[in-house]
């Protein structure tokens, strides 16, 4: 299929009240357009988004290991990765593994592992605001990311994060994946997410 005209599919968010296009608009695809490259001012603005996290008593526990497409830490995150996470993520045009920093001189860090969730998702958030796609992905070797790279004791890989320009999902190949790719996104009703008491009336 000559996939270069098409675009990737609207899987903006059915909001019960609107929220902000940035949050609505996100979403995870695995189809990335493999000839589309994220420069290096965007992933710049990506981690500046992500710096700018809170985190418990600013003890700003989070840090990144950034490749671009084409090079070297690019193609050693993607070797870390799983098979079915490769077989997409290759495509994407940088790729980050979070890093948690559990422990410092004091002591054990409280929150690590939470202030880097904060800095992820302001990653991803603002990849959107640039006309990108982020995908974050548990399914990595962190025995192999702490081999790779060097990690001491107190640095935890904890997610591998795949960015770039989402892409028709037909790249995928597979109709499986394809189909996985188009699927209409899922939540619990926001009655169950938020409650007045725990068993009894949502908020
Ligand atoms: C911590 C974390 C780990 C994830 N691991 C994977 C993964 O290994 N492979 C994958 O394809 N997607 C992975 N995902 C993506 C989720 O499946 C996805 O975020 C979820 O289905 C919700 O879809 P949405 O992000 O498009 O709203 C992961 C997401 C998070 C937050």
Redesign the pocket.
Known sequence: VDVRDQVSPD?QAETSVPVHDLIARR??P?AFDAEAEVTVDQLRALLEAGRWAASYGNTQPARFLVGLRGDDTFRRILGTLTES?QSWAHRSGALLVGVALTHNDKGELPYAEYGLGLAAQNLVLQAVAEGLAA?????FDADAVRAEFGLPEQARAV?AIAVGHAADPRVLGVDRDVQRELAP?KRVPLAEFALRDWTSAAF
């Open positions: 899987k979403w995870s695995r996470n995908h974050q992905m548990a399914g997610v996104r």
